[in-house]
């Protein structure tokens, strides 16, 4: 499958941005969709999965404040992010596991976004 991601850019502290990723090429309600992201100089980070079945998991440094949510009509999931801080700064991937569960290790991913760089400014 293919996947692009959209809707990053440069957000002031405090501020909100909604990140989508829609997905090609395959059945996406077979597929289990997370985001991960990866800050400057630092490794990547799982930050939110869905289910197949829609059940949501969130890394806890985002509880609260991010909400994933797919839609199987146009094969699109999203990331809303509020109260956002300068430790949000990443470049954000969506990912695809085929008949995964949504977990956080990023091995399990088959299909992986360019990606889409959210920047948080002070």
């Known amino acids: 499958v293919q996947l692009v991601e959209s809707g990053g850019g440069l957000v002031q502290a405090g501020g909100s941005a909604r990140l989508s990723c829609v997905v090609s090429g395959g059945i996406f309600r077979m597929y289990a969709m997370s985001w991960f992201r990866q800050p400057p100089g630092k490794e990547r980070e799982f930050v939110a999965g869905?289910?197949?079945?829609?059940?949501?998991k969130y890394a806890d440094f985002v509880v609260g404040r991010f909400t994933i949510s797919r839609d199987n009509a146009e094969n699109l999931v999203l990331l809303q992010m509020s109260s956002l801080n300068p430790e949000d700064t990443a470049i954000y991937h969506c990912?695809?596991?085929?008949w995964g569960d949504g977990t956080g290790k990023a091995e399990a991913y088959e299909s992986w976004g360019q990606g889409t760089q959210v920047i948080v400014s002070s």
């Open positions: 990912a695809a596991d085929f």
């Open positions: 869905i289910t197949r079945s829609g059940t949501a």
